[in-house]
């Protein structure tokens, strides 16, 4: 299907363990974003990448790591999963980084760490 | 570091009613600002971008507005339905590094 994917929707996962978030875009979107939404906090930013080798560091990156070898793949993983980092977590890409576009987001995946 | 506010936190109104979101920002350097729609459970729908030299965008029912100087962007939904009931989030991308700043959204709710 065309558009933003995420997977898995949902994981839980115990405290220590590594985990990965899937992230695919079939627009060829340069821009791909990492957001963590919290009750309280709202969505902030954890990671973000410009194009294809080229990821920075948003608002929240501590414990998260990113790669981003193809364009339409940008998975996040969580190096030592933590009770801190049970959240929602939203994938977004947008084509440039121009005045004219939009972001567009994932589904989700709910992120629960026991 | 910009920071984006949004006022009410959540909103009930009676089926019919002409209402207003409200959207405010610290900083003015921003490229755009996006108005979305989040249902529970649901990620992000985008509804209106307004170019920071844009005033306002119109789709439908709705209105945005953005006023730059004075760092604010209104949400007007017009004859809302129960339909439009979801959580309503807004954006600005600032000149540095292309990044999106999110409000905390206002919840919406439309009684029949």
């Known amino acids: 299907d065309a558009g933003i994917t995420q997977s898995p929707r949902y994981k839980i996962t115990e405290t220590g363990r590594q985990v990965t978030l899937m992230c695919h875009q079939t627009w060829s979107h340069s821009y791909m974003f990492w957001y963590r939404q919290d009750l309280g906090h709202g969505l902030r930013l954890i990671y973000y990448s410009a194009a294809a080798d080229i990821t920075d560091k948003g608002e929240v990156p501590d414990g998260y790591v990113v790669s981003r070898s193809k364009t339409e793949n940008f998975p996040l993983t969580l190096e030592s999963a933590t009770r801190s980092q049970t959240s929602v977590y939203f994938c977004?890409?947008?084509?440039?980084?121009?005045?004219?576009?939009?972001?567009?987001f994932g589904q989700g995946t709910r992120l629960t760490v026991v | 570091k910009q920071e984006v506010t949004q006022i009410p936190a959540a909103l009930s109104v009676p089926e019919g009613e002409n209402l207003v979101l409200n959207c405010s920002f610290t900083?003015?350097?921003?490229?755009?600002l996006q108005w979305f729609r989040q249902d529970p459970g649901k990620g992000l729908t985008s509804l209106l971008l307004i170019q920071s030299s844009q005033r306002e965008q119109t789709s439908g029912r709705l209105n945005a507005s953005l006023d730059k100087s004075s760092g604010r962007s209104t949400l007007y939904i017009a004859a809302s339905q129960p339909g439009d009931s979801a959580t309503y989030l807004c954006a600005v991308k600032g000149y540095n590094f292309n990044k999106f700043y999110f409000g905390s959204g206002t919840k919406l709710n439309v009684k029949p």
């Open positions: 977004a890409s947008s084509l440039t980084g121009g005045v004219t576009t939009e972001a567009f």
């Open positions: 900083d003015s350097a921003i490229y755009n």
